[in-house]
């Protein structure tokens, strides 16, 4: 074949359409739309997710309430299924009838000096007694609180007395001034201030004191004069 035939042929198939492209773009057929997918068919990650759940089950025990959340936690129930203690049931810190008689015995605020008084009682009360103190002084207390007071009112030139009921910490602060009161009789003896307060402790539990007939005698004049009252 001579050159010029040569050139021919090359030209030739230059000029056809060639079956590969040369180009980065790649010629893709039109994508024809399908069916719209169906909302109840199940894929691939369904399988998995229902072997990750646990299984359901018929008696589901409830969860219990936070120990600081809801207000059903402070129902018995449910501080019964809490470990632990709520703020509700934790004891105070200070005894408040302890308290309050360490502050009737306190003077010119040395409570320091107050506590050791009150630690000194109740050791004796223990001593003499051989059981918890504590106890024993507060029936004490008790014994000589009177429930009642009587307010005196002048109305047109007369004296008028009008009961009134006391709370439980007015009433304990009244008895413990009426023991202490009782407890200055044996002063000229030469017993010392915490002694004598823990005679007048067991005399109380013995029905010998003399803070009975002040008890007596506040309740007979509130009975008595009952009639002042609404006026």
């Known amino acids: 074949m001579s050159i010029r035939q040569s050139l021919r042929a090359v030209s030739a198939l230059s000029s056809t359409t060639r079956?590969?492209?040369?180009?980065?773009?790649?010629?893709?057929?039109?994508?024809?739309?399908?069916?719209p997918p169906d909302p109840n068919a199940s894929s691939g990650f369904d399988l998995l997710i229902n072997n990750l759940l646990p299984p359901p089950t018929s008696s589901a025990?409830?969860?219990?309430?936070?120990?600081?959340?809801?207000?059903?936690?402070?129902?018995?129930?449910?501080?019964?299924?809490?470990?632990?203690?709520?703020p509700e049931a934790l004891p105070p810190q200070i005894d408040p009838l302890l308290d309050l008689f360490t502050n009737m015995l306190m003077?010119?605020?040395?409570?320091?000096?107050?506590?050791?008084?009150?630690?000194?009682?109740?050791?004796?009360?223990?001593?003499?007694?051989?059981?918890?103190?504590?106890?024993?002084?507060?029936?004490?207390?008790?014994?000589?609180?009177?429930?009642v007071r009587l307010n005196s009112t002048r109305r047109r030139a007369k004296l008028v007395q009008t009961?009134?009921?006391?709370?439980?910490?007015?009433?304990?602060?009244?008895?413990?001034?009426?023991?202490?009161?009782?407890?200055?009789r044996g002063r000229k003896g030469g017993l010392p201030r915490n002694q004598r307060i823990a005679r007048e402790v067991f005399a109380v539990l013995?029905?010998?004191?003399?803070?009975?007939?002040?008890?007596?005698?506040?309740?007979?004049?509130?009975?008595?004069?009952?009639?002042?009252?609404?006026?």
Do not use: C
């Open 19 to 35: 079956s590969f492209a040369s180009s980065s773009r790649v010629l893709v057929p039109p994508i024809t739309p399908g069916p």
């Open 61 to 86: 025990k409830p969860v219990p309430a936070l120990r600081y959340g809801s207000p059903s936690s402070h129902t018995p129930e449910a501080a019964a299924a809490v470990r632990g203690y709520t």
């Open 107 to 147: 003077k010119h605020g040395r409570k320091a000096e107050a506590q050791g008084h009150v630690s000194d009682i109740l050791s004796m009360l223990q001593k003499a007694s051989n059981s918890p103190p504590q106890p024993l002084l507060s029936r004490a207390i008790t014994l000589a609180s009177p429930s």
């Open 163 to 184: 009961p009134k009921a006391l709370d439980e910490r007015q009433s304990t602060r009244q008895g413990i001034v009426w023991l202490l009161k009782a407890a200055e």
């Open 206 to 231: 013995e029905g010998s004191s003399d803070v009975y007939k002040w008890v007596e005698e506040r309740h007979r004049l509130a009975t008595a004069n009952r009639s002042n009252l609404g006026r």
